[in-house]
């Protein structure tokens, strides 16, 4: 709630209570805003690479749920209101990380860092209610990254995977025995 200018408090709500109040009453919980909700299923390692190019945004989301998943983070995707990018929230220990996927063909700019910083800023919260004391901000992407986005996500503390370190980190991925975090552990 805040103050106005005036003296009168104004209400204001959170992007999540839209979200859900528009959620048919039969959908699942997935905003991790929710006290108690559920964490992402993990779906299984795919058998063989996945084809990038054919790829819907949805199904990449899920590779990297699954992804992510099996090297013991917990995954809560973000629900989507037609934005450009799906946002995965992913929490290991104390590290929580705002991920931001970019299913894109030209190389992306500076623009994509500014949004992920910013979708870090908003998301903090709900990570810190999570659990996680270490927030970072990570954009994947079916694509590349041009000097100026590099450079302002080096400065900005924030991970880029393009589309050659997507493909590597799932060529891993399937190289890694089934179940096994990259520490050895169990998932």
Avoid: K
């Avoid at 709500?13 to 919980?29: E, G």
């Amino acid at each position: 709630m805040q103050i106005a200018g005036n003296g009168q408090s104004v209400s204001r709500s959170s992007p999540f209570d839209r979200w859900r109040r528009s959620r048919p009453v039969d959908a699942p919980p997935g905003d991790p805003s929710e006290p108690g909700a559920p964490a992402a299923r993990i779906p299984p390692a795919p058998r063989w690479v996945p084809n990038l190019t054919v790829m819907t945004s949805d199904e990449i989301e899920r590779h990297l749920t699954g992804l992510f998943g099996r090297r013991g983070y917990t995954v809560w995707p973000v629900p989507s209101r037609g934005e450009v990018a799906s946002v995965l929230l992913i929490c290991r220990g104390q590290q929580g990380v705002v991920v931001q996927v970019r299913r894109w063909n030209a190389a992306l700019g500076p623009e994509v860092i500014r949004a992920i910083v910013a979708a870090v800023e908003f998301h903090t919260g709900t990570l810190g209610r999570l659990g996680c004391s270490q927030v970072g901000g990570m954009v994947v992407s079916t694509s590349t990254f041009n000097d100026e986005a590099s450079a302002l996500a080096a400065a900005s503390g924030v991970l880029l995977w393009d589309r050659p370190e997507l493909e590597a980190q799932i060529q891993a991925d399937l190289a890694r025995p089934s179940g096994a975090d990259s520490q050895g552990g169990r998932a």
